[in-house]
């Protein structure tokens, strides 16, 4: 597969779970907190999320022949230093690692404001990223995640 074309999976896969998570927003905090289905739910989709974002990066950043990161969050560092992401957006996405790698190794120690705010503007930030890719790589936009 070429690499264009994984990019553009990445993307899809991205956006899948962007999709997904939109049918959380409506929940308040408290509902997620305490709801153990929903909770799971939106750790998991918020994890896959992440992932399809840190994947995308580092898939662009083989494409391109950029040096090579040596951590995940690296990646967007890389993406900022290449001008594909801005400053702002660059440090909310490292965030976003950090609070990754908690759910993968410290599940149970989930703040759950962090969680509630990575679920309602983690989501934007990921859509950023994805516009300016396709946007940086020419790609035809697809469908967002709305």
């Known amino acids: 597969m070429s690499g264009i074309k994984v990019i553009e ?3 899809s896969s991205a956006k899948k779970y962007l999709k997904i998570l939109k049918r959380y927003h409506s929940y308040k905090k408290e509902e997620i907190e305490e709801n153990i289905d929903i909770r799971g739910a939106v750790e998991r989709y918020l994890y896959l999320a992440v992932q399809a974002a840190i994947d995308l990066a580092e898939a662009v950043i083989a494409y391109k022949c950029f040096r090579k ?6 990646a967007f560092d890389i993406l900022n230093e290449e001008n594909f992401l801005s400053p702002k957006l660059t440090a909310e996405l490292v965030k976003m690692v950090g609070f990754r790698n908690i759910i993968t190794h410290d599940y149970d120690k989930i703040d759950y404001d962090i969680l509630y705010n990575v679920l309602k503007k983690g989501r934007k930030d990921i859509e950023s990223l994805l516009k300016s890719i396709e946007e940086k790589l020419h790609l035809k936009r697809t469908d967002s995640a709305d």
Request: charged share 20%; glycine share 0%; net charge neutral.
């Open 9 to 11: 999976n990445k993307i």
């Open 69 to 74: 990161p040596t951590t995940m969050s690296e």
